[in-house]
């Protein structure tokens, strides 16, 4: 009875090709998040979804591409991977507008070589 | 300046004392302040929230936010060795349900 649960928790693959995370969570909550945790730690938000409405878009290379068929689910999609594309991905997710904090998945951590 | 800002230690403290850990902020609309504790390899986990001036406690923890010097801090009573962790400040910036993330400061207790 995983909260939110991200696959896969690894992801090792070369540099050009096409990889996707899948994110899902059984809260109940109604907005999810993509955020990219880089090697000294920091956190930077990538998207936000809220009912399935993309809310936040931030600097982020058009090779990503997040989707989220339904509010329980947000996927990230990434094309021509590169290097600096190495980093652990969390997904999260938040009730209501008014963050009561978010409750973060595991993460992916993906490495491109 | 980052929108939230941390000292990134390692801050190393002695076991059962208390460990004090700062944060300062940009934007002084800011209304909702999050300490989250990372373990390493592992998630961010929150451990607390505060809203309004003053003190908040649970248990070994207390937050402690001042708007007017916008800044925020947790301090952690009593540490102990499972406290030695990367502690995360979260600030609700902007519009829509964005949290802006320190860089966190590692927190060493040690024996």
């Known amino acids: 009875d995983t909260a939110v649960s991200q696959t896969p928790k690894y992801l090792v693959t070369q540099m050009g090709n096409d990889k996707s995370i899948k994110c899902e969570q059984n809260?109940?909550?109604?907005?999810m998040y993509w955020y990219k945790q880089d090697s000294k730690k920091f956190l930077k938000i990538m998207f936000s979804?809220?009912?399935?409405?993309?809310?936040i878009n931030e600097t982020v290379p058009n090779r990503f591409s997040p989707k989220s068929p339904d509010k329980a689910h947000l996927n990230l999609h990434i094309n021509s991977l590169e290097l600096g594309d190495s980093a652990v991905y969390f997904c999260?997710?938040?009730?209501?507008?008014?963050?009561?904090?978010?409750?973060f998945g595991s993460g992916t951590r993906l490495t491109v070589v | 300046q980052k929108e939230v800002e941390q000292n990134s230690g390692p801050l190393s403290v002695p076991e059962g004392a208390i460990a004090s850990l700062n944060c300062t902020y940009s934007?002084?609309?800011?209304?909702?302040f999050f300490w989250y504790r990372q373990y390493s390899g592992k998630s961010p986990e929150l451990i607390m929230s505060?809203?309004?001036?003053g003190d908040k406690e649970d248990g070994r923890f207390t937050a402690q936010l001042n708007k007017a010097s916008q800044y925020v801090s947790l301090l952690i009573r009593d540490s102990q060795p499972s406290d030695s962790a990367t502690y995360l400040c979260a600030v609700k910036t902007g519009g829509g349900n964005k949290l802006t993330f320190g860089t966190g400061t590692q927190l060493k207790v040690e024996l």
């Open positions: 979804y809220n009912n399935k409405e993309l809310i």
């Open positions: 999260a997710s938040s009730q209501g507008v008014q963050p009561l904090g978010y409750t």
């Open positions: 505060i809203y309004s001036n």
């Open positions: 934007d002084r609309g800011s209304q909702s």
């Open positions: 809260l109940g909550h109604d907005t």
